[in-house]
């Protein structure tokens, strides 16, 4: 369906070596390209502290939001399972760990209380090989979408049309665009694996859904991963850059993930947020 063009969007982030003008040059080619990695932080304490730093004046709220290592993503998909499907038969799943990851934005579940930069700083990499990650930029991709031939009106209904980024039985309150300008100027792009039509819209809605999907899965799945080394870490526009890993085995690998909102976020939480159970009603109290 697609051309071999489309899979221009990846990204394979540059990596800023350490010296005296580190912050500073990543600082620019995250704006540049999306995303960036830097080396050299051996605890998460560092993470935090790179991230913060980075983001300066316009830090608003940056945390650990979870750790990502084989025993809690068991534990928190169990928990996961247990939930019901909701009334359009959806099913939420964090799937395995052995599995590759959907793209996704984090924080998707939260709307416009996710956070609008993501790093993802490596502790232990899967040995000897796996979890590989990817980056899609996807403001690039919906860009490129524009001359795909066989997908007419995408970009369009990217940008256009109001659907429902709910996660199963976690209802967000206001329907929105794929693709928008958030009110600094940001562009955001979302993906995950649970975008629906609104109730009541035309068939039409869930195809056009369906294609982004496929456009998504196939620079996935045919565009260049890499593999974050310990103590480096990703920094990534969570807006516009789409993530994800591919499957590992090695019960010792662990990232951790770090949420930052800064002035260009929506909206920003007062307090933790918990993915396994989003409390939505508790952001707008
Ligand atoms: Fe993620």
């Known amino acids: 369906m697609f051309s071999s063009r489309i899979i221009r969007a990846s990204i394979v982030p540059e990596h800023i070596p350490d010296g005296p003008d580190r912050i500073e040059n990543a600082r620019r080619v995250l704006a540049h390209d999306g995303a960036v990695v830097v080396g050299g932080l051996h605890a998460e304490s560092d993470a935090i502290g790179f991230a913060t730093e980075l983001l300066g004046d316009r830090l608003v709220r940056v945390g650990?939001?979870?750790?990502?290592?084989m025993t809690t993503s068991r534990r928190e998909a169990g928990l996961v399972d247990a939930q019901p499907v909701d009334s359009r038969g959806r099913k939420r799943s964090f799937g395995s760990p052995e599995e590759r990851m959907t793209a996704h934005n984090d924080g998707f579940a939260f709307g416009d209380h996710a956070p609008d930069h993501l790093f993802l700083w490596c502790s232990r990499p899967a040995m000897p090989s796996g979890g590989d990650s990817f980056l899609i930029d996807a403001a690039a991709l919906v860009d490129l979408l524009r001359d795909e031939p066989r997908v007419p009106g995408l970009a369009d209904f990217c940008w256009n049309t109001a659907i429902d980024h709910?996660?199963?039985?976690?209802?967000?309150?206001?329907?929105?665009?794929?693709?928008?300008?958030?009110?600094?100027?940001?562009?955001?792009?979302?993906?995950?694996?649970?975008?629906?039509?609104?109730?009541?819209?035309?068939?039409?809605?869930?195809?056009?859904?369906?294609?982004?999907?496929?456009?998504?899965?196939?620079?996935?799945?045919?565009?260049?991963?890499?593999?974050?080394?310990?103590?480096?870490?990703?920094?990534?526009?969570?807006?516009?850059?789409?993530?994800?890993?591919?499957?590992?085995?090695?019960?010792?690998?662990?990232?951790?993930?770090?949420?930052?909102?800064?002035?260009?976020?929506?909206?920003?939480?007062?307090?933790?947020?918990?993915?396994?159970?989003?409390?939505?009603?508790?952001?707008?109290?």
Do not use: K
């Not at 650990?64 to 290592?69: N, P």
């Open 166 to 285: 709910s996660e199963p039985n976690f209802p967000l309150p206001d329907p929105a665009p794929i693709a928008r300008r958030t009110p600094s100027g940001r562009v955001q792009v979302r993906f995950h694996p649970y975008l629906a039509s609104c109730p009541g819209a035309p068939p039409g809605h869930e195809t056009m859904i369906g294609v982004w999907r496929a456009a998504v899965d196939h620079v996935r799945d045919n565009g260049p991963m890499f593999r974050a080394e310990a103590g480096e870490m990703l920094c990534i526009d969570n807006f516009r850059v789409l993530h994800g890993r591919d499957g590992y085995t090695d019960p010792d690998r662990a990232m951790s993930s770090i949420w930052a909102w800064t002035t260009d976020a929506l909206a920003v939480p007062r307090e933790a947020l918990d993915i396994v159970a989003p409390d939505l009603a508790a952001l707008h109290r």
């Open 64 to 69: 650990r939001q979870f750790r990502a290592d």
